[in-house]
């Protein structure tokens, strides 16, 4: 409890560019919680280089990341948004929490597995243990909820064991962190392969709309998103590409599935796709404009960095104080 709201942590890695999936899934979301809760939002770039990272390139999407979140209505007067590498308390934290997780635990752990094995000339140590890191990243806040997808419950759960471990052993030291329960973001899939989610770090450039793609560019991947052969606009599992056009649209106009299936109804998929395409847009248009703004801005940006990373220090520094004390740390002399 922070200022008599109870606190919420997310964050995203500074990796890639974000897709319309993460912006309709995850960031249009978070933009409504802050009137509820006290929102901690990290740009996670320390988790970034558990993949080898051009640095000049992390430091560009690092910025550019930080600055989508304010472009997409995260006030930073309201939130805490700041850089994960601005606040040595997530690394110091994760060490102590390393020593309180086991091997078998982490060995559990699906995405460890999945990453290993795309990057299977790159499996460091990093890799293995982010998960700790993750933790680290949400107890600090004390958070009381923390927004997960299914793919992230599984660490969620990893970092509510260790919380409960070492409050067992020394008393109430961490907030036992929840999963959050809300409004549910859209679920955006891939525009090749509707089956899977849409992701930044799709191999094939038409399967993903990326959040400052041109008009003519989003109309063109539209036009080769993948249907089917049955010529008919239904919202069923059986037709993948046409139920994830309509949530696409569904999620840009707020409109519901059944009023989508009626719009289009007697329609060919070439005029799903372009109108499909218009609604998102119309939605990105806005965005894409504030983006350039405060890009233009840049002694408003460094002020938010240099703020909002004092007051993130501050808060964790607290937490990170109490687990040093009750690891046996000695006080440092002020």
């Avoid at 740009?43 to 640095?55: F, G």
């Avoid at 919380?163 to 907030?175: E, I, K, M, P, S």
Wanted: charged letters at 25%; aromatic letters at 8%.
């Amino acid at each position: 409890m922070l200022d008599g709201k109870k606190v919420l942590f997310s964050g995203m890695q500074a990796t890639g560019d974000l897709t319309l999936g993460n912006y309709l899934g995850a960031l249009k979301n978070w933009v409504t919680l802050s009137d509820e809760y006290q929102c901690f939002y990290g740009v996670v770039d320390m988790h970034s280089i558990t993949v080898r990272q051009e640095p000049a390139e992390l430091r560009k999407h690092a910025r550019s990341l930080l600055i989508l979140y304010i472009a997409a209505g995260l006030d930073p007067e309201k939130n805490c948004i700041y850089y994960q590498s601005h606040v040595s308390a997530h690394a110091e934290l994760a060490w102590i929490l390393n020593c309180y997780t086991y091997m078998g635990e982490l060995n559990r752990m699906t995405q460890f597995k999945d990453k290993a094995s795309k990057h299977a000339n790159n499996i460091n140590a990093g890799l293995f243990t982010y998960p700790v890191l993750m933790a680290a990243d949400i107890l600090l806040y004390q958070s009381d909820v923390v927004p997960v997808g299914i793919d992230q419950m599984q660490h969620l759960e990893l970092t509510r064991d260790i919380a409960q471990r070492f409050n067992a052993l020394y008393g109430d030291v961490f907030t036992v962190p929840e999963p959050y329960i809300g409004k549910v973001g859209a679920k955006i899939n891939s525009l090749q392969e509707p089956e899977k989610k849409m992701s930044k770090s799709d191999e094939n450039p038409n399967a993903s709309i990326y959040l400052m793609d041109d008009p003519d560019t989003i109309a063109r991947k539209f036009k080769r998103a993948v249907t089917d052969s049955e010529a008919c606009i239904c919202y069923r599992d059986e037709q993948p590409g046409v139920k994830n056009l309509i949530n696409i649209y569904c999620a840009c106009t707020e409109k519901t599935p059944d009023e989508a299936v009626a719009e289009f109804s007697g329609k060919g998929y070439g005029e799903l796709k372009s109108g499909v395409s218009e609604a998102v847009i119309s939605v990105l248009k806005p965005l894409q404009e504030e983006v350039k703004r405060l890009s233009a801005d840049k002694a408003y940006i460094d002020k938010v960095i240099k703020e909002n990373a004092e007051k993130a220090n501050y808060y964790a520094t607290k937490t990170l104080r109490k687990a040093q004390k009750k690891v046996g740390f000695p006080e440092k002399i002020r």
